[in-house]
């Protein structure tokens, strides 16, 4: 090789390595190890909770979040039905929405649960306004309440893209490890 094609080497490298760091730096993971899991079985989303000032990110969160278990080959999902009511912003009656969402998981017969909350969901203040999005996620075991899984996660994106396309690559990373041992 030449001195220049050494040169150019040492470049893109150092260029493909930067990039690589970058990349890295757009998101934080934190997952537990993944239990056996009934992939058969039936499976139920929880309400998600919402501690960010974005209305009705914990729904949107529920929505992404219920496609993705979908997706991953999970037929028999099913949301909870009182999801669907307007949250007010720092909800009171939380613990007591969960205990009703469980209750309603099993007379449906469930064996998992979905449940999660939403710590970030917005478009950053600045000029570029990049997307930003910060979720927790746990698997439960219905019949026991016993949580088999839990992930937590933020992600931020470039300023062009959708907050729920970014909110859509974090939950999908985070379920990828708590559905690894569904058989």
Known sequence: MTFDQNRLLRLRNL???????????????????????????VWVVLPFSNHTETPLAGQRAESIAEALLRTSGLTRVKRFPGASQQEALFEANEQKLQDEALAWARQQGARYALAGGVDEWRYKVGVDGEPAVGVTLQIID??????????????????????????????????????????
């Open 15 to 41: 260029l493909l390595a930067s990039l690589a760091m970058i990349l890295a730096a757009c998101s934080t993971l934190d997952r537990g190890t993944s239990p056996e899991l009934e992939r058969q079985a």
């Open 142 to 183: 219905v019949q026991s309440t016993e949580t088999l899984w839990s992930g937590t996660g933020g992600k931020s994106g470039w300023s062009r893209e959708a907050l729920s396309a970014v909110a859509q690559q974090l939950i999908r990373d985070l379920l990828k490890t708590g559905l690894a041992g569904a058989r």
